[in-house]
């Protein structure tokens, strides 16, 4: 009983010294499903037409007029995104430099002369004039004002 005992044992323990050492099954490659997005190749890229990428995407700029908007501005800039390290800062792209955002704190000055004055997920509050005006990112007009506004947005205090 105790040989048993002791040859269960060492077969236990061969099993798991050569298991341990056995070497895992190579990780399968990726699939890549046929209608997956993938990057541009650099032939492709090198095709492309600078101008047909203006046309195609042309930017409505707050207060250029050429959105359809009850708010009157004249800013001249748009909040194109949120970034979130290492601080919060809005990036604010101009029509003078559309590939070129502008990295913007807290306290910082819009170009229209407006100042930031909170940053939040995706959320930038700014000041001008008196009036309190929040922009979230991807939308064309502002979605809350509060304060001295003279304009035809809803107040949301």
């Known amino acids: 009983m105790k040989r048993r005992l002791l040859v269960l044992a060492a ?3 061969g099993g798991l010294l050569v298991g341990a050492a056995w070497p895992p099954p190579p990780i399968p490659p990726a699939r890549i499903a046929d209608n997956a997005w ?3 190749s650099a032939t492709q890229i090198a095709r492309s037409n600078p101008d047909a990428f203006e046309q195609a ?3 409505a700029w ?3 007029g050429s959105a359809a908007s009850d708010v009157q501005t004249d800013a001249k800039w748009r ?5 979130r390290t290492p601080d919060l800062h809005a990036l604010v792209i101009t029509p003078a430099s559309p590939r070129l955002a502008q990295r913007l704190a807290p306290g910082a000055t819009l170009p ?7 940053i939040e997920r995706d959320m930038v509050t700014i ?3 008196g009036c309190q005006t929040v922009y979230q990112v991807h939308r064309d007009q502002p979605i809350r004002t509060s304060g001295a506004c003279n304009t035809g947005a809803p107040d949301s205090e």
Not at 79 to 83: F, I, Q
Not at 112 to 118: I, N
């Open 79 to 83: 909040l194109a995104g949120v970034v």
């Open 112 to 118: 229209d002369g407006g100042r930031v004055v909170a």
């Open 38 to 40: 993938r990057l541009p």
């Open 11 to 13: 077969s236990c323990l």
């Open 57 to 59: 995407g042309r930017l």
């Open 62 to 64: 707050l207060g250029d």
């Open 127 to 129: 000041e001008r004039n």
